[in-house]
């Protein structure tokens, strides 16, 4: 992924310029939007109930039909960001945007529709936290987050293997996976806030569309999480 690539300088401090606050904006605005769909989509079954097919084959096929669409539509919106084709770029969101869209939908369609809002509020309150904090550490240290790029990579690849893994022959080992996955994200958005505050010169609308996509993949595990939690106090 293009947005793992080059260290820069690095400095310290909390204030924002205009340009990151556009970055964050967007990225926001890009996440409000999922989770609209998120909604939107649990309402209709047969969108629904794709999560339950991949899944239900093998854990390591839902895995891995999601991760091509994520990358893909990362490739792809990068790749009209940096040709100025707006509309290979729009391309691009749309596939992210529905990736991550009919995954959460999957989850939260497990929940009855009243406590649908209910999840989605309390997972976007864990979310922004979360994300608080890590831009907290990120803005407070005078240090490089360039290994956060490599460590992601390593937990996403681990965990792809040891869901593989736990798919066939070891079902424990599926939450060891999720754990690994959920890691993999939570290191991105540290190493894509990194490269929002210190690489500037970078193109505004890439650094967006990474911060976007990091946070996308916090909340849909956070989803779970909160999902779980909710439907055991009922």
Not at 46 to 54: D, H, K, R, V
Not at 121 to 149: C, D, K, N, P
């Amino acid at each position: 992924m293009s947005s793992f690539e080059t260290p820069q300088e690095t400095e310290r401090g909390f204030g924002l310029s205009s340009r990151e606050a556009r970055v964050i904006g967007g990225a926001s605005i890009l996440m409000g939007i999922n989770v609209v769909l998120m909604y939107a989509f649990a309402q209709i079954p047969q969108l629904a109930e794709i999560n339950n097919y991949l899944f239900g084959v093998a854990p390591i096929l839902g895995v891995i039909v999601y991760g091509a669409a994520i990358m893909g539509g990362e490739l792809v919106a990068e790749r009209g960001v940096k040709g100025g084709d707006m509309g290979i770029a729009f391309v691009g969101m749309l596939i992210l945007q529905l990736a991550f869209g009919i995954f959460g939908a999957g989850v939260l369609s497990q929940a009855p529709q009243v406590l649908q809002v209910e999840i989605l509020g309390l997972t976007a309150v864990v979310v922004a936290v979360m994300t608080a904090l890590i831009s907290g550490y990120v803005y407070a240290r005078s240090t490089t987050f360039e290994h956060w790029g490599r460590f992601a990579n390593f937990s996403f690849i681990g965990g792809v293997l040891v869901i593989l893994v736990g798919s066939f022959v070891l079902p424990v080992l599926l939450l060891v996976g999720f754990v690994l996955i959920f890691l993999g994200f939570l290191l991105r958005l540290g190493y894509e806030i990194w490269q929002v505050r210190d690489n500037r010169d970078a193109s505004a609308a890439l650094q967006t569309i990474g911060v976007y996509i990091a946070v996308a993949g916090v909340f849909v595990h956070v989803l779970q999480l909160v999902l779980r939690y909710v439907l055991s106090q009922e």
